[in-house]
């Protein structure tokens, strides 16, 4: 969460007061390809249109716009920078993905204890460049400035620690990448973003996924022969686009009861409501979960379609099964992805699963009933798949 920045009167007049500031502070008035044009004009109409900015979210939402743009043109000069970057093709990358609050970020940051792989840290999604070595990244001001933002918004959200925690030092998601083509889901989670979503739902991501690639390829260049371990739970929307990119990926797909992830999302995503508007804040809960459930519903039958073209190259992971026998999970992927477990690796894995770290920072709570809906009601459009995976929990 960045404050720093003073937001216009009208974000909708802003976009070029905006590239003016994002070039005066970059040094590059370069944002490649201008596909990101069209969604950022909307975004910034729907910044005027949607929410009911309270000033502090006002001023926050305009630092994350500021700053997302800086992340496209940090990374668009850094490849000017850099020839040859892309000049090597990534081989095999494991992605995980799934349903939000599926486990995946605990599964992601297990596997991310084996050296062997390399991810994309959270300060090096904000500005995309080839990774220093480690013992450097302290002295760069882009990580530095991460760090900030992050505690920044755990001043303001304590109980996000819990909820979902982040470190500039850690492997994140690829959706913070994804977003800098403006043609993105999460430009609909941080406030009321109705305008945007409606727009956002018409649209293909393609070219935000040949960005993606390409910071991916940035990001990696210094390490080029290093297998990638990515994580993001937005790809089950566009297994299509991710199978694109990167053709031999092996995708780890995660699932668990909707009932149970969905509202664990909107509880997450609603703890920076207060942060951002001002009331409303009963009925913005009840019309995100009614959409967050048609959302990921829809995204789980379109992830199926794909899977059928892509036989060999997914493996199904259940919620309950990696967390009463995570060691056996991960012998079934390492087999999966076609890697050894050295024993070195496997202590290393066994330790975080013993420190239980996810859980360090106290317990995530949520009731489903505080967004207007049973539990019945978040499984009905998931039928089929709660049926596949076997996936329904019941309260004993």
């Not at 297990?110 to 002295?139: C, H, K, N, Y």
């Not at 894995?349 to 709570?365: D, S």
């Amino acid at each position: 969460m960045d404050l720093s920045y003073d937001p216009p009167e009208q974000f909708r007049t802003a976009l070029e007061p905006l590239h003016e500031l994002v070039a005066k502070e970059t040094g590059s008035t370069d944002f490649g390809p201008t596909d990101y044009l069209p969604g950022l004009e909307v975004l910034l109409q729907s910044m005027d249109y949607d929410p009911h900015f309270s000033a502090r979210g006002r001023r926050a939402a305009w630092g994350q716009v500021v700053g997302v743009l800086k992340g496209r043109a940090h990374a668009i000069r850094s490849m000017k920078e850099h020839p040859g970057f892309d000049n090597r093709r990534i081989v095999s990358p494991v992605v995980i993905t799934g349903v939000p609050r599926t486990g995946t970020t605990a599964l992601h940051r297990l596997m991310a204890v084996d050296r062997r792989f390399q991810g994309l840290e959270s300060w090096l999604l904000d500005s995309p460049m080839p990774r220093p070595p480690i013992g450097t990244w302290a002295s760069y001001p882009q990580f530095q400035k991460t760090v900030a933002a992050i505690e920044t918004q755990y001043a303001a959200a304590p109980q996000q620690r819990a909820a979902h925690f982040l470190a500039a030092e850690e492997v994140h998601e690829c959706c913070m990448v994804l977003r800098q083509s403006f043609v993105s889901n999460l430009w609909c989670c941080g406030w009321s973003a109705p305008t945007y979503d409606a727009w956002w739902q018409c649209q293909s991501e393609e070219a935000a996924y040949r960005h993606y690639h390409r910071c991916v390829q940035l990001i990696g260049s210094n390490e080029p022969r290093t297998r990638w371990l990515l994580k993001n739970p937005g790809h089950i929307d566009n297994l299509d686009l991710l199978f694109a990119v990167f053709p031999d990926a092996k995708v780890i797909q995660t699932h668990r009861d909707p009932a149970k992830a969905v509202p664990s999302l909107v509880s997450l995503l609603m703890l920076l409501h207060p942060l951002m508007e001002d009331g409303r804040a009963e009925q913005r809960g009840q019309i995100m979960m009614a959409r967050e459930v048609a959302k990921w519903a829809s995204a789980v039958r379109k992830a199926e379609t794909v899977r059928r073209r892509h036989p060999g190259q997914v493996l199904d992971v259940i919620h309950a099964d990696f967390h009463r026998e995570p060691m056996a999970t991960l012998e079934r992927i390492y087999a999966f992805i076609g890697m050894d477990i050295p024993d070195g690796t496997r202590a290393a894995l066994a330790e975080r699963i013993a420190l239980k770290p996810e859980l360090a920072r106290g317990e995530h709570r949520y009731d489903i009933a505080n967004y207007g809906m049973t539990e019945d009601q978040a499984r009905e459009p998931f039928a089929d798949y709660i049926a596949r995976f076997a996936l329904l929990e019941v309260r004993r």
